[in-house]
């Protein structure tokens, strides 16, 4: 088989990468989905708060998917479900199988990453104990209840106060169940403070901040977990444990981008995130392999993802069609200082850039009433006043190309974060 | 006259709210970056409302869970009762987004419906 661009992934990256790629006027192109149904994660999403960016109203996750879905019934994209990758050969070949057809393989022109991200699990969280039932990732078991129509338990213990978390904290106790605390290490949430009123507050579930699970007890089924105070170096406090029975532990611990296939193409990470390192156009060290959404770098908002995949999309048609110029070697690095921990893109290459071009970043802490400030060279272009920054929040910033134009001897933007003097 | 301070819900910014409500039970809201964040705060100190979002049961789909929500809020307290009520509710594939579920929920006047389009299973 062959297309024009392959696309990794049916989620709300692929989808929307689908559409834009098919709208700037590519005809050969293949999503490939492992789950039964297009959408990816937005399925289990049942909860509202999905499309007020891009859709101005608020939406449910299936409702926001199905938006994208039907745009890509309509424009005719081909999408194979129950198709899982198994290899991207850095000359684009993708492997694939499902049950009809068996292993085969797509020559593609350009592919496009759009994977997604996985949980951080038990095993990456290093708490002893044995390994009863009753332990799932937030995710799982927003899966189970949304999806499959099953409750994992009863009386439940969270660690972690990511989004998953708190959202699943309130569907439990919708559910019956009896949610007794959500620990969380950090001395902040990282989830949004949306979710906190109406998902904690709402429901007076109790958040500790400071907290962690320090042990499970239990051999066939969780009984109990300790929990303990930590210090300022994120270690339990000896004295501080607390034992609290439940029959359910939700780990709602962290993302990762989903990155195997990636690295088998030769796409090269940035550690930071654990995604590609990517260009102006999103597209990864490989030339023709693109990449958008949660595989690229975590976000909070579906959204951005849409933005991000939709740039993804065009770039990759552009690719196809001959009318994206082989990137220089000499880009312009954006560099990530004091207080940002990553940009995406990490570099720009200013001859392929659009008129505008967006840097989303993260924080590495919270800051208040402190600015973002965007240097070219030594020269500070841009100071955005900020009353609060926070990792758990995706921050962004336009630059725009006239600017870089404007700079002789460009070599280095950079954004940082500075407190008021 | 009494202050509260609230948090917005009703996107992802999660503006800090300072509602003063006068003897009059007049509400005046600060602190929003929209005219959502200021009909929200008012809501919220006088008669406050969610969206609930849940599943109920469907037959014929590829999986027996379907999403629903509430058309609009509906009473904070009245949260449970809407829970209660659309536990025994199954319904058959095909369904459509918007289709109604359940047409007064709690007694609001609030319709129950679908978020999912479900089509019915071949196998």
């Given at each position: 088989m062959t297309a024009d661009i392959v696309i990794i992934g049916g989620g709300p990256a692929g989808l929307a990468a689908a559409v834009s790629a098919k709208e700037a006027g590519v005809d050969h192109i293949l999503i490939l989905e492992r789950d039964k149904e297009l959408g990816g994660i937005l399925n289990q999403c049942i909860h509202n708060g999905f499309g007020l960016h891009t859709f101005h109203?608020?939406?449910?996750?299936?409702?926001?998917?199905?938006?994208?879905?039907?745009?890509?019934?309509?424009?005719?994209?081909?999408?194979?479900?129950?198709?899982?990758?198994?290899?991207?050969?850095?000359?684009?070949?993708?492997?694939?199988?499902?049950?009809?057809?068996?292993?085969?393989?797509?020559?593609?022109?350009?592919?496009?990453?759009?994977?997604?991200?996985?949980?951080?699990?038990?095993?990456?969280?290093?708490?002893?104990?044995?390994?009863?039932?009753?332990?799932?990732?937030?995710?799982?078991?927003?899966?189970?209840?949304?999806?499959?129509?099953?409750?994992?338990?009863?009386?439940?213990?969270?660690?972690?106060?990511?989004?998953?978390?708190?959202?699943?904290?309130?569907?439990?106790?919708?559910?019956?169940?009896?949610?007794?605390?959500?620990?969380?290490?950090?001395?902040?949430?990282?989830?949004?403070?949306?979710?906190?009123?109406?998902?904690?507050?709402?429901?007076?579930?109790?958040?500790?901040?400071?907290?962690?699970?320090?042990?499970?007890?239990?051999?066939?089924?969780?009984?109990?977990?300790?929990?303990?105070?930590?210090?300022?170096?994120?270690?339990?406090?000896?004295?501080?444990?607390?034992e609290i029975t439940c029959d359910t532990l939700l780990l709602s611990c962290g993302l990762i981008p989903e990155n195997e296939l990636s690295k088998e193409a030769g796409v090269l990470l940035n550690p930071v995130t654990s995604g590609p390192f990517v260009n102006e156009s999103l597209e990864t060290s490989e030339a023709g392999i693109f990449a958008c959404g949660n595989v690229l770098h975590v976000h909070d908002l579906v959204d951005y993802v849409s933005g991000e995949a939709q740039t993804a999309g065009e770039k990759a048609a552009a690719y196809v069609k001959g009318l994206l110029p082989a990137s220089k070697e000499e880009t312009t690095a954006v560099s990530a200082e004091s207080g940002v921990r990553y940009t995406v893109p990490s570099k720009l290459d200013i001859t392929r850039m659009d008129e505008e071009q967006m840097i989303r970043f993260r924080v590495d802490n919270i800051y208040r009433n402190a600015y973002i400030a965007v240097y070219l060279n030594e020269k500070c272009i841009k100071k955005i006043k900020r009353p609060m920054l926070a990792p758990g929040e995706m921050e962004q910033v336009k630059l725009r190309k006239a600017d870089m134009e404007q700079c002789d001897g460009l070599v280095k933007i950079t954004i940082k974060i500075e407190q008021e003097v | 006259m009494e202050e509260r301070d609230l948090v917005c819900i009703c996107c992802p910014l999660g503006c800090s709210l300072k509602a003063k409500i006068e003897e009059n039970g007049e509400v005046h809201i600060s602190g929003n970056t929209c005219k959502r964040g200021e009909d929200y705060g008012k809501k919220e100190t006088t008669a406050p409302t969610r969206i609930v979002t849940t599943t109920v049961r469907i037959k014929g789909g590829v999986l027996p869970a379907l999403s629903v929500k509430t058309q609009d809020g509906i009473p904070k307290n009245k949260v449970f009762e809407c829970i209660q009520a659309l536990q025994d509710v199954e319904v058959e594939a095909p369904v459509h987004i918007g289709d109604i579920i359940f047409a007064d929920i709690a007694g609001t006047g609030i319709p129950v419906i679908a978020t999912k389009e479900v089509e019915k299973c071949m196998e």
């Open positions: 109203e608020e939406l449910t996750g299936p409702e926001y998917a199905a938006r994208f879905i039907s745009k890509v019934k309509e424009l005719q994209i081909p999408y194979m479900l129950e198709t899982i990758v198994i290899s991207i050969g850095n000359d684009k070949t993708v492997t694939a199988m499902n049950k009809e057809k068996g292993l085969f393989t797509i020559k593609a022109k350009a592919v496009i990453l759009a994977m997604g991200c996985r949980e951080r699990a038990r095993g990456a969280l290093n708490i002893p104990g044995y390994r009863p039932a009753g332990i799932y990732s937030a995710g799982t078991a927003q899966r189970y209840v949304n999806m499959e129509g099953r409750m994992p338990g009863k009386e439940v213990v969270i660690l972690g106060s990511g989004d998953i978390g708190l959202i699943m904290a309130r569907r439990m106790t919708l559910e019956g169940a009896k949610v007794k605390l959500v620990a969380e290490i950090m001395p902040y949430s990282g989830g949004l403070k949306r979710n906190i009123v109406q998902c904690l507050e709402d429901y007076d579930i109790p958040l500790k901040l400071n907290h962690t699970v320090t042990g499970i007890k239990g051999k066939e089924r969780v009984e109990s977990v300790t929990v303990a105070k930590v210090d300022e170096n994120r270690k339990p406090i000896p004295g501080t444990e607390e | -």
